[in-house]
């Protein structure tokens, strides 16, 4: 009897013990589960925010809330590589982040630089007792483990992402991986957004060589260009239009005489009164301008603002006699900048006009030559006209970040 009571009781306590092991082992599983789908909701949430190229400080900022959360992490440090031999902190997260943005690395040096030169994501523990790391100057020294990985693309080295434990916690295998997982991503943005700012200074050179070379061309429209794109933006802006509207006005005004590079010097250059012959092929300009502009992909949208921007507003303009609304608002406000400046700055056959002088002549072509709507804006907006021409225009307007949303 006592031995079959035995047996039941080896018997129970081996059940209770599977039991436990079970749970246990379900509970781990679910933990599991649980931190593999928080992992795949975060790289969903990430990859989603990739498309800002442009904001990689949120990018970052999104990516640590991210790694904190996995891997219990205190510190998180982007390290620019300065293409020569240098990491740079760049974006930094944690306690110590002041004295971190102050530090340096060299490649090769300290855990971070020796993850540069290596190529291959790292970690080390007990990192404070460890010959390789190198202790952040002004902070205590204390128990603490570091994991890198370096940020590469087609094998060209950006940065290294650091991620600092402190308090003796340690870092895993599982960490690592996952670590990598959201460098990798973090590596295609910024290779992604290095590759926008070199396409984006490429089109600013194309501009300001485009521009100088009509410039170059016709003595009298020594940066006009630049005033005519202001005024443009100015008038555009006070008409409430939207954004893509004024960056057409802007781009507009400064692309509108592009056209004159395929028109002789002789011509635009000339100083005795102009022929009929002569100003038909001068007439010529919109249209050649509009070819150009056409064949450029990124400028495409501004094409018809330079076609139409010697339309007038009762149809006797050129080059197709469109008039009122068939003219694009865009070409309707560029050829009022355009005649504000010709006034003011004077051409060979009719000399300078001050800005008072000129207002008046607006007023006495607006509803023929002008959209009444715009010169009603030009005279709302004189003292901003005016500033165009007491500040000198540098190119630095085509910085701008505005010149891109519609483009
Ligand atoms: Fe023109
Ligand atoms: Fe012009």
Redesign the pocket.
Known sequence: MNSILTIISVLLVLSIGLLVYTVLKLREANLKIAKQTLILNSVQKLSRKMYQLENREFFFTEMWSILKQITDANEFTYFKFDGIDALIPEFVEGIYKEQILKSRLKIGEGFSGKVALDKTPQYLNGANKSSIAKHVPGTPNEDSALLAAPVIFNSELYGVILLTKLGGKSFNKEELNITEIFVNMASSLIAGSRLVSTIKSGFIDMLKTLITAVELKDTYTAGHSLRVSRISEIIAKNMGLPKNEVTKCKIGGLL??I??IGISEEILKKDTPITQDLLTE?FR??EL?YRLIKKLKTLEGVSETVLY??EWYNGRGYPKGLKDGQIPISSRIVHVA?AIDAMVSGRPHSKKKTLDETFSELVDFSGTQFDPKVVQTVLNSKDEVKSVYAEEIKETILDDEELFEVL
Do not use: A, Q, R, S
């Open positions: 509108h005489d056209g004159k001068i300009h919109p301008g921007h010697h355009d």
